[in-house]
């Protein structure tokens, strides 16, 4: 009896990744300052409680609806992400597996082109177009 190969999953996730090509566009990912500043102001007036993930699916949503502006979970967790990078808030995961948000009083400007994590974005962006 020979063993065949039936197939690899290479092929279904060439597929995968065609079907969310088509779906995700690149202002679904791209973070950019106006986005930033508006999750800003958000968080800085939010209660700073424990997030959960669901949390802040929610907390985008309701931003996106406030603002009027392509606020998803991916570009708010993105952003504090890219808060805590540049010292603006702390965020971290703690062990019981919900998110922290410190805000730091007197945090001055900083400038955007020091992110990593948005040069990624905004690579990953370009690449989509």
């Known amino acids: 009896e020979s063993l065949k190969l039936e197939m690899l999953d290479g092929d279904r996730i060439s597929s995968y990744n065609g079907i969310i090509d088509k779906i995700i566009k690149s202002d679904d990912i791209l973070v950019n300052r106006d986005i930033l500043a508006v999750i800003y102001k958000y968080v800085r007036r939010m209660a700073t409680g424990p997030l959960s993930v669901p949390d802040i ?3 985008a949503r309701i931003l996106e609806n406030e ?3 392509n606020i998803n979970f991916f570009k708010f967790f993105v952003s504090l992400l890219v808060f805590d990078e540049l010292g603006l808030m702390e965020f971290s995961l703690g062990a019981d ?6 805000i730091i009083e007197g945090a001055g400007k ?4 020091d992110s990593e994590i948005l040069d ?3 690579e990953i962006a370009a690449s989509m177009e």
Not at 97 to 102: A, C, K, N, P
Not at 110 to 113: A, E, I, K, S
């Open 97 to 102: 597996g919900l998110y922290r948000i410190g």
């Open 57 to 59: 699916f929610v907390h």
């Open 110 to 113: 900083v400038d955007l082109g």
């Open 67 to 69: 603002a009027k502006k």
């Open 120 to 122: 990624w974005v905004s």
